[in-house]
């Protein structure tokens, strides 16, 4: 079975500055995919970025980039230059054969002015 | 090109009544996937549907139940419904998966049950 670990429930940062959301992972599967998502007040989720098991190197979108440790089983997000609008909740999340996402529990992440 | 719709926005039902959530996909997307997300809580996967197949499905009871409709719209189910069912009901699409084993979901704005 497939298991996704965020230990954070909530983070403070400061703006302008950089921050990491930690995530691990459990599954049998040697394919997966993994994925952070953002969910704002309002609700709707927003896909961030996407590291699949099997590439070489670390995902990296804009101000985004997935610090994955294979032999760790950490997928963990890193979000740089925060932004006032970067405050919400953080969802990682793996998928596997069959497409059933499992989701973590998520980390509020609140940035300061 | 728009983007994943739900309806409707708000439902309000009481207990052991009948819930029907809809979903339009993305065009050109033939995955839909249905997930409930309680307040506070991470999202749970309920159902995943592709090519008007039940491909997966969550632990939920069965009177969680769906379908997918040929032109890849979905709705979920909900029977004899229970307090603890109030939540966000969350429905996300995806292109078939061509050799990859996964694509990215873009997900809609959600359904909000409420159980009285």
């Known amino acids: 079975a497939q298991k996704i670990t965020q230990t954070q429930p909530g983070m403070f940062v400061q703006e302008k500055e950089a921050v990491t959301l930690d995530c691990t992972y459990d599954t049998s599967d040697p394919s997966y995919g993994l994925f952070w998502y953002k969910q704002p007040s309002s609700g709707e989720m927003i896909f961030l970025i996407y590291q699949g098991s099997y590439d070489q190197q670390n995902a990296t979108e804009g101000r985004y980039s997935l610090n994955f440790q294979k032999a760790r089983k950490s997928a963990n997000l890193v979000i740089s230059a925060s932004q006032l609008g970067d405050s919400a909740m953080y969802f990682c999340?793996?998928?596997?054969?069959?497409?059933?996402?499992?989701f973590g529990a998520g980390t509020r992440l609140f940035v300061k002015a | 090109e728009a983007g994943v719709t739900q309806s409707p926005t708000h439902l309000i039902k009481t207990r052991g009544q009948q819930a029907t959530l809809r979903c339009s996909p993305i065009s050109g997307h033939t995955s839909v996937y249905w997930y409930q997300q309680a307040l506070g809580l991470g999202l749970q996967f309920l159902l995943w549907y592709d090519e008007g197949e039940e491909r997966n499905r969550g632990n939920f009871p069965p009177r969680f139940s769906g379908r997918q409709f040929p032109n890849y719209s979905s709705e979920l189910n909900v029977n004899a419904l229970e307090l603890e069912d109030s939540a966000l009901y969350l429905c996300?699409?995806?292109?078939?998966?061509?050799?990859?084993?996964?694509?990215?979901?873009?997900f809609g704005p959600g359904t909000r049950l409420t159980v009285l």
């Open positions: 999340a793996i998928g596997t054969g069959g497409f059933k996402t499992i």
């Open positions: 996300a699409s995806s292109s078939t998966v061509a050799g990859g084993i996964y694509n990215e979901q873009f």
